[in-house]
């Protein structure tokens, strides 16, 4: 493992020198309303890593909302169809990426490339893509990923990972991706005094969570253990159940959420379109079969299968780690108040109508 003490003029040389090879993607603050998008760099600048968590996941980038994965026509009187693959391998820096959105990457890894199935248009997007992840210096309001284990410093996945010190950046190489990158920047060698500076970093973080991220707090292991065993009441999920507007704001919003929906839309001139979208398990259509069979129509069992993936012993046997990153999102965006945190409140409390 490889480290260098780096400046922050050599960190802007270096995002600029990355757009020269590939698409960079970076946080932006955007006026006037001021939220934080991971987006697309232009030309010349540079992303901002002193801004907060971006309000949409950066799953977007390597998931997105709506994409098309191919067009075809069929030919009656011949019979045969034409197949046009319509997915382009782009080259992309996520550059920036908080902890949480770095560890919902590897989650939708493990979904997309770690099972039986390999998922070849999320693989087509993630093989040349390079993260360079950026260590959490404090919380925000919303924060609770060190509930989840999930930061506030990127452990593994990452390329390349910067922590912000005194006198620069600490940057800490994660993979021979990361280290060609390194050794063609010829950076200055850190030493030891400056892990521990990053050490300070992360444990002075860890410390203010309770005085800085106040909107959030889900000690999760209890609600795990129930979850996992089964042991919660019905009520519940009613409770929470009449709580939901079944908007799937909080699916879209999550770092790790993976449904998707495949559709063909015909266009005119008589070629057809594969679209690929991103679903919720909010939706009452989700589960219905043929026939009109939905073995998930009332909302609270849709509801107890959204926290199933979130917090049961399975799910994280799966991913290697919680469903959940604890970025807080869900929480901000669902106008019943059932975000994750609350939820687990509820289970520990044993909440009942």
Not at 205 to 214: D, G, N, T, V, W
Not at 226 to 247: P, S, V
Not at 255 to 284: H, K, M, V, W, Y
Not at 296 to 320: A, G, I, W
């Amino acid at each position: 493992m490889s480290i260098y003490l780096v400046s922050s003029e050599e960190i802007k040389a270096l995002a600029l020198d990355l757009q020269k090879t590939h698409e960079v993607y970076g946080p932006q603050l955007k006026p006037p309303g001021g939220q934080v998008f991971f987006d697309l760099l232009a030309a010349g600048e540079v992303p901002d890593l002193d801004a907060a968590i971006p309000s949409m996941p950066v799953k977007e980038i390597l998931f997105p909302q709506m994409e098309r994965i191919l067009k075809y026509r069929y030919d009656p009187e011949a019979q045969q169809v034409e197949i046009e693959k319509q997915y382009a391998e782009k080259p992309k820096v996520l550059f920036g990426l908080r902890p949480c959105d770095l560890n919902g990457i590897l989650c939708l890894d493990r979904f997309f490339l770690g099972q039986e199935f390999v998922d070849d248009v999320y693989l087509v997007h993630r093989r040349q893509s390079i993260l360079i992840s950026n260590t959490c210096s404090a919380p925000w309001d919303q924060c609770l990923c060190v509930c989840t284990h999930s930061g506030p410093a990127a452990e593994e996945g990452f390329d390349l990972d910067l922590t912000r010190l005194d006198d620069g950046y600490l940057v800490q190489v994660g993979s021979a991706k990361g280290q060609a990158i390194a050794d063609a920047q010829g950076w200055q060698p850190a030493g030891e005094e400056h892990l521990a500076a990053k050490k300070a970093v992360i444990e002075r973080s860890i410390a203010s969570f309770p005085e800085l991220a106040k909107d959030n707090k889900a000690w999760i292991s209890r609600a795990m253990n129930r979850m996992t065993t089964g042991f919660i009441k019905h009520e519940i999920w009613e409770y929470i159940g009449n709580q939901c507007l079944e908007c799937g704001a909080c699916a879209f919003v999550c770092p790790t959420c993976s449904c998707f929906n495949i559709e063909d839309a015909q266009q005119c001139g008589g070629d057809c379109e594969r679209l690929r979208t991103r679903d919720s398990c909010s939706f009452e259509g989700y589960a219905r079969m043929a026939g009109d069979h939905n073995p998930r129509k009332p909302v609270e069992d849709r509801r107890n299968k959204r926290f199933f993936c979130k917090l049961s012993y399975s799910q994280s046997k799966k991913y290697l780690r919680p469903g959940c990153v604890g970025c807080g999102r869900c929480q901000w965006v669902c106008p019943g108040d059932i975000g994750l945190p609350n939820v687990v409140q509820y289970i520990r409390r044993e909440t009942s109508a």
